[in-house]
């Protein structure tokens, strides 16, 4: 399958397409919470979802915390008014996640989502929604975000493509931050084609955003792939050997598979830790019960008592990334904690653009299946944060990445991700192509297919 | 003793630092806004040039050295009138460091640093809420650190009189009221002075913590170090409340702004007036204290001075510059300049009637009075008020007097009319 | 980590927690700055810190007003006064 994109603009749609598709999706939405808000559009292009936590002007964002209840954004991020201009994309709703983020199964939340294809395990996160909605609908784009890892994550486990970019290239005006130097917009569709589509109408600087760039981005795709040992190891034996019949049948296509060592690549996951809960303790300070969102009413309070009651919005792991945060930040430990990391970010970038000069990264995206819903509420959050260890350094180097079903067991999906060097976009994005001219993905659902 | 001082001014561009919003003054609330600078979610700042340059301009005026390269950090605290609750400021990669400034007496005063950052909103206290508005949220400041190098009231005075003059030049706007952090220690400890608005304060606030500071050791007790406020109504330092003591700013580096390489931007030209007033005292051997008075905050002053430094006396220049101040003449031309020299050196009084006549290029009217009309006027004024000879036999001053109200009256050479007034006056009370 | 530093940590980040809350989370935060610890390992002085995953270079844009026209949307999420907006006392 090339495009669902341009399938969908050469079909003739039938005059009640979008109602019974809200209909629809009404009816799923409260089994598998993969929206906030459900639109139906008044225009007829193609349905397009958005991540919660991306501001579409006059729609509410809350991204999915409670303190932004009611915030209705007097702008449109500048990924979202891209794609409104092309007059070929309908928001169809806004899709539920992690708060702020913080997540990597899609359940910190107050309605936690549901794995489509499996309802009692988790459906990823952070762009839990994102993921769903994708899975669940034959014609749809998804806007969503990634900070480490918060759209391969879902992608993989709903078996779905997702696409994170280069940092830079696409402009984060109007995404409500979790961490700046982290954060990136990117995609979920059901082919690379409909992702290449995407890049091509949202890249480039906007002057709104000025850690956007204008740099050039190419599409080499190289034929020899890295398999890194430490991260390989990391993986469930079961995955693992499912994913090396994968990559037989990738060399068999012609592609070359080196193994390295990478010893520092088990700093990646606290390294990121320390610098995007940093950053979100930053991000969250401006919620304050008054200005936007939820609002406090009770003026007997001072201002420290009344920031201090409105915040007790925020959920549990919101809270925790806060206090620890504000912890990493004070100056007593800020050498040790938030200096080193930045330092071991540049370690890894240049070591990693080295390997990355004529190869891409190969790995299976998560190193576990989708955990069950409950098995997932009883983890550590220390356990919680080692499942991020293959998507999270690609996502703290702002290197492109793409996450894509590689085959399929019990009803669920095995997810591959393959890495490119920064502004290879298209590279990864060909990739991924070329495997869908040799392999077609499996979908549960497929609502409104025409 | 030592003070310091950390003085934020406002830097006249036409947008915010950070976002397209007017810098305008204006009288209604929250008229001046957007998601930006009012810390919308998603928002994110964007840097004005012309902040960068007058930020450099600045540090260039006060002799620092200047950093090819800044970048910003987030300075994090809870207050209802910062809108993200951290301000963007600069800490380590800062505009301007390590200058100095020379104030009277040759004192230097070194500065630590210069660095650019935003102003929160203005928050109006009441007693059930804080009432805010955003138009002053993000407006661009220029903080300046200096040394705890001033150790008096007069230095204190005079560092104030050179920054403004200086800053002045570079066309900042001292009518909009500077904001300053007092650090004064007359023994071992610093006591901070926080947000005191506007010169005079500053000066009454640093006068009060001195002498409260003064009184402590004079009775034997260490002033503590601990952070006071200024109270404008009852004109003294107090002990601040809980706000300033426990907060810790948590900096990181601002993630949504990149580094930026000002090595290319130009400074603004600019004038010392100070230098300048030196200048033009040695070569027209003239005070320059009255120059400098003249000229500090009054640039067309000094455009006048020049243009015409040339052309006339020095002496009756400088007095037409003050006639000029004196009525408020905004944009004397050439001839008016020529003919209020005329009558200065003409040893004419200048009145309202005189400056009018002038500006419309209208021959000045004097009286034309013959030593007779004078002697009349004089007779006739002494007649009207016959104790005048009663109290001259006491105080000759009273001659300045009558011949005041003659020349008022009539017009005429004050030198003149002042030397008939007198023999007059002496004959008609036997006198010499 | 103590809990009079815990308890500070809270006050300045405006977060309050309840006693059950606030055992868990200090509890996690011990387990979780032990793993972070180990950043301590790498030695590396000479490299120098990535703010950013990529070199940015800064352009500043030039000083001209930009009226956001909407502010009623703007003013709509939060309560007013006159004109001004209410928030908390000081």
Known sequence: MSSYIEEFESKVKPKDYYDRLYDELVRLNPRLNAFNALIKPDKNGIPLSVKDNICVKGIEATASSKILKGYIPPFNATVVERVLKTKRFSIIGKTNMDEFGFGSFGINCEKPAKNPLDEERVAGGSSSGAAIATALLKYHVAIAESTGGSISAPAAFCGVVGFTPTYSVISRYGLIDYANSLDKIGFMARSADDIRVMLDITKGKDNRDPTSTDSKIVGLHHKKLVIIDELIDKVDEKIRSQFFEFVEKLKNLGYTVKNINLNEIDLSIPAYYLIAMAEASTNLAKFTGFKYGFKLNDFSKNYNEFFAEAREEFGTEAKRRVILGTFIRSASVKDKYYSKSLIIRKELIDKLSKVLKDAFLISPTMPIMPPKISEANSMSPVQNYATDILTIPPNLCGLPHISFPYSYSNGLPLSAQIVGSQFNDYGVISFVSEWEKNFEYKFKYNIGEI | MKIGLEIHVALPTKSKLFCGCSTEQVDTPNINICPICMGFPGSKPSLNEEAIILAKSIANILNCKIRDKISFVRKVYFYPDLPKSFQITQLQESIGYEGLIIIDKGKRINIRRIQIEEDPAKIIRSEEYSLLDFNRSGIPLVEIVTEPDITSEEELTSFIFTLKARLYYLGIDIDREIKADLNISLGKERVEVKNVTGTKNLLEAARYEIERQTELISRGIEPTKETRSYDEKERKTKASREKESDEEYGYIYEPDLPEYNIKNYSIRETVDPIEKAKELAEKHAYNPKIILEAIAFDRYALDLIERNEEKYNFNSLMQAIMEIKRFKIDNIDDLSLKMLLEEIEGGFQIDKDTISSIIKHEKVKHSDFSQEGIDNGIREFIEKNPDILRRYIKNKKLADYVAGEIIKRYKAKPKEVLKRTIEILNSMTGQK | ?90
């Open chain 3, 1 to 90: 980590m103590e809990d009079k530093e815990f308890d500070r940590l809270l006050k300045i980040s405006r977060i309050k927690l309840s006693e059950e809350e606030k055992q868990r989370i200090q509890n996690d935060i011990e387990g979780i700055l032990r793993y972070f610890d180990s950043v301590d390992k790498f030695n590396e002085a000479k490299i120098k810190p990535a703010f950013h995953p990529i070199r940015i270079e800064g352009h500043p844009r030039g000083d001209k007003i930009e009226k956001f026209e909407d502010k009623d949307s703007l003013l709509s999420n939060t309560k007013t006064y006159r004109g001004f907006i209410i928030g908390p006392r000081i």
